[in-house]
């Protein structure tokens, strides 16, 4: 006989959350400012208008088999935690604890530094002080290559993940509150974009360039590691790029994390991440239509700073593009952090109600939230921001959390990959469990997802070792920290 789905949580949480408001978290956090700038480091990659569109519905494709069969996941367990669960249950607690590691060290909170600091670094063009070499502590170097700092667009960045920590433990609704209201806009900026882009921008030379050869490979460039010149080099190509476009899509099933407090969490989980892959998907091809329609693929790939959404309504709207795509970022990116904040303190707080993570963290406060994992979250995330890297040829400061995103991006498909075979396991493991949603065109979509994702996972470890292999460092920690901390659970 299958065992009965396990969960520690307890009842107390407010069910606060409706289908709209579920499906605004997954859109939420899906849309950050990834596709105002990444289909230009794609197109460069790539090399062709028509294959850079296919690398998007690739991206679709991918996004969306995997929301359907974490789908039949989330109905089956709707507890918070979402992937944490899922691997528990479907293997064994260490696997949920690698995962939780990896959210918490990286994933998650990395994720929120990045998007809080994007926001800071469009604010400056509306806030010229704000800036990432206007220090307030200048960098203090910990060796040649690293270094600590406090500029003003760094604080502006802290100023925000803590204030989005200080609105979510007041309670679930002022969360609700913030997402819906700049949900809302981010999408109408989108829209925005994709009409002004297609209706005004549209011109006969940038029409003529990416239109008349749509599928003509482009020419191997050395510099970029990428040889789209044959069809084997096309396939590298394309996996290569899935990097860009699998995190501007990422963060999609964020809401299995708050399950708990959807209303019939059965059913409207797996709603809204269908609903809210689809639109978002749905956005990011138009975008990518207006770009292309707008502007010839040469201005896409040397777009400055790859910000190829400003270059577009610069066109458009010469000498207003910069301010007008600032204001949309600053709303989408703002937006997008408080998603995170929201849905990813669930997940230690799981963690914690089994013993793999602080104990305070797994308690919830008098606003029937886990103010001391988003706490927790708030603290590691705004250190993200502090460290600085730096190139010494170039003389030049960098990011961590941009190193630590380009790390675990492999790793983190490695747990979408055996999350998704889940849906195998435990049909297998557990016939018996109650399934309220199952998998639309099982076995076929969770199949095409583990193949074509074990294919781009191959690609990016053979052709950018250097930002895949140190991914694994981190997961191996976390085996390392699993081994103390599980044998001390165990032993309880």
């Known amino acids: 006989m299958s ?37 230009a480091d794609m197109a460069r990659e790539i090399g062709s208008p028509g294959w850079l569109m296919i690398a998007w519905v690739i991206t679709g494709l991918l996004t969306i088999a995997a929301a359907l069969s974490f789908g039949e996941l989330s109905s089956m367990m709707p507890h918070a935690g979402g992937t944490y669960v899922f691997l528990r249950e479907a293997y064994s607690p260490l696997w949920g604890f690698l995962y939780g590691w990896t959210c918490f060290t990286v ?42 700092s406090l500029s003003s667009a760094q604080l502006v960045a802290i100023s925000i993940i803590a204030l989005l920590t200080w609105a979510n433990c007041r309670g679930l609704r002022y969360g609700k509150i913030v997402q819906n209201i700049f949900t809302s806009g981010k999408i109408v900026a989108v829209v925005g974009l994709v009409l002004v882009g297609i209706l005004f921008g549209a011109n006969s030379t940038a029409i003529h360039a990416n239109f008349d050869h749509p599928w003509t490979l482009g020419s191997y460039d050395a510099t ?27 963060a999609w099933h964020d809401v299995t994390f708050i399950a708990p407090e959807v209303r019939d969490p059965h059913r409207n989980v797996a709603r809204a991440m269908a609903i809210g892959c689809g639109s978002v998907i ?18 896409i790939q040397h777009a400055p700073a790859d910000r190829v959404a400003t270059a577009t ?15 949309a970022i600053m709303i989408s990116t703002f937006g997008c952090t408080n998603g995170l904040v929201l849905a990813g303190a669930r997940a230690y707080f799981a963690m914690a109600r089994d013993g793999l993570f602080f104990k305070r963290a797994g308690e919830l406060n008098s606003a029937k939230v886990p103010g001391w994992s988003l706490a927790m979250q708030g603290i590691w995330a705004s250190f993200l921001v502090l460290p600085r890297t ?10 961590l959390y941009s190193n630590l995103l380009d790390y675990v991006i492999s ?36 199949a095409f997802y583990i193949v074509v994702g074990s294919v781009v996972l191959a690609i990016l470890f053979a052709y950018r070792p250097a930002t895949t292999w140190p991914g694994l460092v981190i997961v191996l920690i976390g085996g390392l920290v699993y081994a103390v901390v599980g044998r001390r659970v165990s032993d309880r």
């Open 3 to 39: 065992q009965p789905l396990t969960t520690k949580e307890p009842t107390s949480f407010v069910r606060g959350l409706g289908l709209y408001d579920a499906s605004m978290i997954v859109m939420g956090s899906m849309i950050g400012s990834g596709i105002f700038i990444v289909p």
């Open 107 to 148: 994933i998650q909170t990395g994720t929120i530094a990045a998007v809080a600091v994007a926001f800071a670094r469009f604010s400056s063009v509306l806030f010229p002080r704000i800036a990432e070499d206007h220090y307030l502590i200048a960098p203090i170097h910990v060796s040649s290559g690293y270094a600590f």
């Open 224 to 250: 970029l590691g990428v040889a789209a010149a044959s069809i084997f080099g096309l396939i590298v190509a394309l996996g290569v790029a899935q990097s860009g476009s699998l995190f501007s899509a990422d």
């Open 282 to 299: 749905g956005l990011y091809l138009l975008a990518n239509i207006a770009y292309l329609v707008t502007l010839p693929l040469a201005e």
């Open 313 to 327: 309504l610069e066109k458009i709207f010469p000498g207003h593009g910069p301010v007008l795509m600032a204001i």
């Open 390 to 399: 730096y190139d010494v040829a170039a003389g030049k400061y960098g990011n």
């Open 411 to 446: 790793a983190a498909l490695i747990f979408y990959i055996l999350t998704i075979a889940a849906v195998f396991r435990l049909r297998w493991k557990r016939p018996d469990a109650e399934r309220p949603y199952k998998v639309t065109g099982y076995p076929m979509v969770p």
